[in-house]
């Protein structure tokens, strides 16, 4: 017996609608353009423009996955409804993650940072999960992405954590020693005199 097999918004790894889970990572644009009003152009002999919001939606690493269209249309209003609330109560697009600026591998890096910024990526956690179709547009893109997510993994987790932890844990000694020589060897000056 055959199993009749549907597809509906669940995915294979059960996770509901899944298929716009990384729109976080998305460049948006929101703006107000002026639309032609046909009917009422008509009906008034001249044209009538009513105003209307668009989004452009731009993917990190690519020039040519650009899309630009009205907020009405499709699905975008439910996508980006938190984003596009906070650009109509004059909010700006805020861009979640780590700025390429702060980047220490960017640091002078004028023409690296502007042609990553061209490309529509304008954080290290775009860069470090940038797909390998859009790192052949960038001189040294594999080292590139891989000195972004070492970046992005030392800097997080439990290992940056303990990391850290040691870093401290060792300034802490050498501070310490520093005051046992500074005392001690004070200490014995003055038993000997």
Request: with cysteine.
């Amino acid at each position: 017996m055959q199993q009749d097999i549907s597809f509906d918004d669940v995915t294979l790894d059960n996770q509901s609608d899944s298929r716009y889970a990384l729109d976080h990572k998305l460049h948006l644009t929101f703006y107000t353009r002026p639309v032609i009003n046909t009917y009422k152009s008509e009906v008034a002999k001249r044209n009538i423009c009513d105003e209307v919001d668009y989004v452009i939606i731009h993917t990190p690493g690519s020039q040519l996955s650009t899309i630009d269209a009205p907020m009405s249309a499709g699905t975008y209003m439910t996508r980006f409804k938190d984003r596009y609330n906070k650009w109509k109560s004059g909010q700006a697009e805020l861009v979640s993650g780590t700025p390429l600026e702060s980047f220490p591998f960017m640091l002078g890096k004028i023409g690296l940072l502007a042609e990553l910024k061209y490309l529509n990526i304008h954080t290290v956690e775009q860069l470090a999960d940038l797909p390998d179709i859009h790192l052949q547009q960038i001189m040294g893109g594999n080292d590139l992405r891989n000195r972004a997510k070492l970046f992005v993994e030392g800097t997080s987790g439990t290992d940056a954590v303990l990391a850290q932890m040691q870093k401290e844990n060792e300034q802490l000694k050498a501070q310490m020693e520093n005051l046992t020589k500074m005392f001690g060897t004070k200490g014995q000056k003055d038993k000997v005199a």
